[in-house]
């Protein structure tokens, strides 16, 4: 179905029976977060608030919460979507199969953005900041954020809308030192589209015009998220999935997107930056206050009846987890087109998407090899730590194609594949001093830290532990004990104080386990706060030893050893305590779990939602 508005959308869910409405009056601070996020963890509906206190706007969340539900909203594009993508990876696909994909050709019709002339679409009329839904999600929140914006810019050397960006920077509405109505935060890092043309504004001494669309076509929002390939612009892709062109005009020399149900313009000055955050963020810790461009609102509008989409953000797995099924659906195999060799990539998203990557590759240099060791599998490694989003993670765990069906979204089977595969003393590459995600507080300063390779190729070489080893038993300063996985055990440590006497505590253990005698059953070994809560799920394990470490820092070895400055060791073992620099962790308010508890009762819009 082709919708015009985020109204339509929401009324065809309904009618699906894909959506909820909650009659309810409920509150943006705290209440509607802590409703869709039980909500989403149930698989539960859409949800329309239809009473948001302290706003006369509806907002709607969860649209994205399962990949059947998107699919079902982009029923009658999805496909022609799939073929216009494939076609702008593997063109000569067109010249193999040309009926095949004569629909894509015709799904491009609606590619290209139109203009409206006229100024200001008719519909839309003029309001304040404060007359939005100023919904905070997390209790340590610096203020009420837009979580699913269109962010707009041009590039100001090659101005309009098809040298434009559309990108998801999130945007805090109030709080901090932010002029009420006045002012807004922009979140975004240097190397991201608006950063590109902030930069070049800031060369030319110019500000930068800035609109931030919020609602419209869903195809709109989940244009902002989509790495697209090169040449293929977000607001083409908007057109194509919504299979109805993107509709602009320009007010006051600021593109207005016509069918959005919220646009905020504005500018960004060079030089001027305000405190922003504290954010819960998708780590599932909150990204602390850091000083980031600051928009001077010029103007805000809405259309009649208009509806704040949003989504909450958190410990995985959430809404985001759901998106981001969705796009590796549709973009299909566009990583093996963009680096040969490489069979598959996946961003674990238990983990927090950026810190661990598994990846598989060929290995095509085995043949020439006296000793088979990974070889092609490093030059890929190389290029998967300086592609796009990629370039953020922390852990690459990489495998050589098998003739064993690999796949990487098979956690314990992939990782237990190359834990009874590498050899330690050769195949662990680290890089140090470099950049990481900007949200990640396990390294050493803002976006520094480290990263690490662990590379795999050929026949097992051990086999891997199904219990606690004795050795790992008993062992001082250590309370329990816990296997994880085949090869992986948690030891439960003290707190972690400081670098130095971690050193020293690490370098003890480390001789502890020596002196027990070889444990080769058990490559990876995580110290931890809780083994309890690391063995206990998986999804716990690669949450906090993933997020919590820092490879150069935290990363020590048994019978660790130097050879021509490549390190090596027995046993690996991850310091994966929580330090004092990190960020705090997201924890649910019980005063707020308790109040929601009405609109899940007999009586009230949730009742017929399941929760888990």
């Not at 945007?171 to 109505?181: C, F, M």
């Not at 649910?588 to 399941?610: H, K």
Request: net charge negative.
């Amino acid at each position: 179905m082709v919708y015009r508005s985020l109204e339509e959308c929401v009324d065809d869910l309904e009618r699906h029976g894909h959506l909820v409405r909650i009659r309810e009056e409920v509150d943006p601070h705290l209440e509607m977060a802590a409703i869709h996020m039980k909500v989403f963890e149930a698989g539960g509906p859409a949800l329309l608030f239809e009473h948001v206190k302290g706003s006369k706007f509806r907002a709607v969340s969860n649209l994205f919460g399962t990949v059947e539900r998107s699919k079902f909203i982009f029923r009658d594009t999805w496909e022609a979507v799939q073929n216009v993508i494939a076609l702008r990876n593997d063109p000569m696909q067109a010249l193999k199969n040309p009926f095949k994909h004569v629909g894509a050709g015709m799904a491009a019709k609606n590619a290209l953005p139109v203009k409206k002339s006229g100024g200001a679409p008719v519909a839309l009329h003029e309001i304040s900041i404060s007359d939005l839904p100023l919904i905070k999600h997390w209790q340590g929140d610096g203020g009420a954020f837009v979580t699913l914006p269109q962010v707009y810019s041009e590039d100001p050397d090659k101005p309009g809308i098809m040298n434009s960006n559309l990108g998801m920077y999130r945007i805090q509405l109030n709080g901090n030192a932010y002029e009420t109505d006045k002012e807004v935060g922009v979140h975004f890092q240097i190397h991201r589209g608006i950063g590109i043309h902030q930069d070049k504004a800031n060369r030319r001494g110019e500000p930068l015009k800035v609109s931030c669309f919020i609602g419209g076509p869903p195809a709109h929002t989940l244009s902002a998220v989509m790495p697209l390939p090169e040449g293929m612009s977000e607001l083409t892709f908007a057109g194509l999935l919504a299979g109805r062109r993107f509709r602009y005009s320009y007010i006051d020399g600021f593109c207005v997107s016509n069918d959005a149900d919220f646009v905020i313009t504005g500018e960004l000055h060079p030089g001027e930056t305000k405190p922003e955050g504290p954010f819960g963020d998708h780590l599932g810790y909150y990204s602390l206050t850091h000083e980031f461009p600051v928009m001077r609102v010029h103007k805000v509008y809405a259309r009649p009846g208009a509806i704040f989409p949003f989504t909450v953000v958190g410990r995985p797995p959430q809404e985001d987890t759901a998106f981001g099924a969705l796009i590796h659906e549709l973009t299909g195999d566009a990583i093996k087109q963009e680096i040969p060799g490489v069979k598959e990539v996946h961003a674990v998203d238990a983990a927090g998407v950026h810190p661990l990557l598994f990846a598989i590759g060929s290995e095509r240099y085995a043949p020439y090899q006296q000793v088979k060791q990974p070889a092609e599998l490093l030059t890929l490694a190389n290029r998967i730590l300086g592609t796009g989003q990629l370039s953020l993670a922390k852990y690459l765990f990489i495998a050589a194609e098998d003739k064993e069906k690999l796949d990487t979204h098979d956690v314990e089977g992939f990782l237990t594949h190359i834990l009874a595969r590498i050899d330690l003393g050769r195949d662990l590459h680290f890089q140090t001093n470099t950049t990481i995600d900007t949200l990640d507080y396990s390294g050493t300063g803002l976006n520094t830290g480290s990263k690490v390779v662990f590379a795999a190729v050929g026949e097992p070489v051990r086999e891997l532990c199904r219990e606690v080893p004795e050795g790992l038993r008993n062992l001082p300063g250590i309370a329990h004990a816990g296997l994880v996985m085949p090869g992986v055990v948690a030891l439960q440590g003290g707190a972690f104080e400081s670098y130095d006497s971690a050193r020293q505590e690490l370098d003890a253990l480390c001789e502890a386990i020596s002196a027990k005698g070889q444990l080769d059953g058990c490559p990876l070994i995580v110290l931890c706060d809780d083994s309890r809560f690391l063995s206990e799920k998986q999804n716990n394990f690669l949450w906090a030893t993933f997020t919590r470490s820092n490879p150069s820092h935290d990363i020590y070895g048994v019978n660790s050893r130097f050879d021509f400055k490549h390190w090596g060791c027995d046993n690996v073992i991850i310091d994966a305590r929580v330090k004092p620099h990190q960020a705090p962790p997201l924890l649910p308010d019980p005063e707020v779990e308790q109040r929601i508890g009405r609109l899940f009762a007999p009586e009230g819009s949730l009742n017929g939602v399941r929760l888990r």
